[in-house]
C-alpha cells in the first residue's frame, strides 16, 4: 500500500491526510489497555514488561509470549492469551490499512 502525499497547496487535502493518520493512530490503541499494565494503550510499541524501560514492538504478544517467568527466568507463554493478543492486533493493522485507503474498497478485498 502506498500512502499519497497531500498536496500543501490544498488545505482540505492536508486535512483529510491528517485526520487519516489520526485516526489510524487511534486504531493502534487498545482501550482497555495491556493486561496487567491498562495505562499503557498502545499495540505496536510499549515499555516492556520484562525488559524494565526497553521498548516491545506488540507489546501484547510479546507479554502474552512470555506471561510469567519460571523459577530459572525462563518464559512460560499463555496460548490462549497469545491467540486474543495476535487477533486484536491484527484487527488493529486492518483498520489501519482501511483507513489509510485514499478509495473507498478495502485494501484486504484486492488481495
Known sequence: MKLMMADTADPAAVRDLNDRLTLAE???CARE????RSWFKHL???PGFFNSYGT???PAITDALCHTLDTDSSCIPDWKYTRQAIARTAEAVNE???VLQPTSVSFRSTI
Open 33 to 36: 489497555g495491556l493486561r496487567d
Open 44 to 46: 505496536v510499541y510499549a
Open 56 to 58: 516491545d514492538h506488540f
Open 96 to 98: 489501519v490499512v482501511d
Open 26 to 28: 487511534r486504531a493502534l
